[in-house]
């Protein structure tokens, strides 16, 4: 099975800035798929935060972090971002990354750790 791995995340201020790294543990074909970043907040349902087109030329963003987030990858390096601006605690979550075959499809990539982002004064 295929999992991505995440990094970056830490304890950060409200209002505070993080960026996330999400690259393949092993063997992957990285840049012809679709990245999705994921979350899930205490107690809460794992929701998508955002997505990049296998070229990069296509983002989508949860309405929650519209404005906030920005979502980017780097295909030679086989990693894909996700700037986090001007945090709030309700960004508290771990952040989880997978992969797609196509825009609309969901995610065919086994879940990872994730990566604990705390949002706290």
């Known amino acids: 099975q295929v999992h991505l791995v995440e990094s970056g995340g830490a304890l950060v201020p409200p209002g505070g800035s993080l960026r996330l790294a999400c690259t393949a543990a092993s063997r992957f074909h990285f840049k012809n798929y679709v990245i999705l970043w994921y979350r899930r907040g205490p107690g809460q349902e794992r929701e998508m935060v955002a997505k990049?087109?296998?070229?990069?030329?296509?983002?989508d963003y949860a309405d929650s972090v519209q404005g906030r987030f920005t979502i980017s990858r780097d295909n030679p390096n086989e990693t894909v971002f996700l700037q986090m601006d001007r945090l709030k605690l309700e960004d508290t979550a771990v952040y989880y990354c997978?992969?797609?075959?196509?825009?609309?499809?969901?995610?065919?990539?086994?879940w990872g750790q994730g990566t604990q982002v705390t949002v706290s004064s």
């Open positions: 997978a992969a797609a075959s196509q825009w609309w499809m969901s995610p065919f990539t086994s």
């Open positions: 990049i087109s296998h070229d990069g030329q296509r983002m």
